[in-house]
Every structure is written in C-alpha cells, then in structure tokens.
T-cell receptor
C-alpha cells in the first residue's frame, strides 16, 4: 500500500520556538490534510490542501502542498504549551473519495 | 457542532467475547471509515463504506471482524471472538465524498479504547 514518511518522529522544543515537520510520499497525491491528536481523543483536522504549491494558514499554523505533489509541510510559529500532541499528515489520490493514507505522526513536546 | 459520535468510549472485555462498536457519522456524509490505532502500527484502515456500500475491507481480519452500515446514521464494527491482540483504539471517520475536490476531508470520532484481557 501507500507509504507516507513523516518526520521528525518526535520533537522537544522550548515555548516560543517555531516548529517544522514534513511528509513525503513516493506517489503523487491530490489532497493533503494535517491533523492534531490530543491524548484520549480522535485526530482533529487542522488544514486541508488541494493544489500543488498551495499555502494555507490556520492561526499560527501554516501548511504547504509541495509542488511535486509528493510532499507537504506544516509549520507552527511561536509554539505554546497547548500545541503539545501528535500531528499527522494524510494524503489522498484523486477519485479515491476520501480514502486517505496516514503518516506515522510527529509527537510534539513543548517546554514552558 | 456536527461531529462523529462513537460508542462506547471504553470497553474492557475478556478474550473470546463479542465486541460491538458503533458510529454515527456526521449527517449527510456519504463515506464512513473504520481505523485502528496502535503504538506499533499507527493508524490502519480497516474498512470503508460509500453510500452504505462496503468499498474496501481488505485491511480487516475477515475471520473475526465484520463491518456493516445498517442505515445511513449507523456504522458498526464487530469482533467475534475477540483476542488480546485486538486491544487498540478504534476510530470511525466520515466525509462527504464526491466530485468536488474540496470535499476530500475526513472527520474523526473520539474513538473506542478496547482492552481484551
């Protein structure tokens, strides 16, 4: 099946620092999604990307759809303690009707 | 707020028992997915439905797992008999699949944490 390589696997940062994580695939995707999962909860959709090169923000979060269509990036600026959690990328190919392949997640730890 | 509702939130059972997990997708959504999450495997797709018809259940152990959508507001995932290795968090997700690319997104429920002793 499809494999998404998400990195880094985990991050330990200081409050106020910026964070970058990315997802790469060997296949072309037409949709990229970024989720955040808090302990004991389901993943919550943060940002959806639909066009190569697209750059979309949601507050302090910014995500980009790579121009090769094989990768995507998520940046968090000025991190705060509530940013702690696991961030997942997910990719979908056209005509698969919401069938998404998920990365293994990036665990973010923020020190106050 | 529209949301995917899953019940129960937690289930502890003994090996060999039947387990049924339920999901109410967001009203109007026509695709429903079941995922299993473990530390080792991450999010694994078990089965998914479009307009209540099963499209792909290749990720599901057929001998003990079954997934159904009795109607548009209910999806079920059953394990019979359950085994300790089935212990995981099971998520249901729904979406509005269709021709419009911007419909390509999934919304998750809070999950059922299953422990099989």
């Amino acid at each position: 099946g499809q494999q998404l390589n998400q990195s880094p696997q985990s991050m330990f940062i200081q409050e106020g620092e910026d964070v970058s994580m990315n997802c790469t695939s060997s296949s072309i995707f037409n949709t990229w999604l970024w989720y955040k999962q808090d302990p004991g909860e389901g993943p919550v959709l943060l940002i959806a990307l639909y066009k190569a090169g697209e750059l979309t923000s949601n507050g302090r979060l910014t995500a980009q759809f790579g121009i090769t269509r094989k990768d995507s990036f998520l940046n968090i600026s000025a991190s705060i303690p509530s940013d702690v959690g696991i961030y997942f990328c997910a990719g979908s190919r056209l005509l698969n009707f919401n069938k998404f392949y998920f990365g293994s997640g990036t665990k973010l730890n923020v020190k106050p | 707020d529209a949301r995917v509702t899953q019940t129960p939130r937690h289930k502890v059972t003994e090996m060999g028992q039947e387990v049924t997990m339920r999901c109410q997708p967001i009203l109007g959504h026509n695709t429903v997915f079941w995922y299993r999450q473990t530390m080792m495997q991450g999010l694994e797709l078990l089965a998914y439905f479009r307009n209540r018809a099963p499209l792909d259940d290749s990720g599901m152990p057929k001998d003990r797992f079954s997934a159904e959508m009795p109607d548009a507001t209910l999806a079920t995932l059953k394990i019979q008999p359950s085994e300790p290795r089935d212990s995981a968090v099971y998520f249901c997700a729904s979406g509005l699949g269709g021709e419009a690319p911007t419909n390509e997104k999934l919304f998750f429920g809070s999950g059922t944490q299953l422990s099989v002793l």
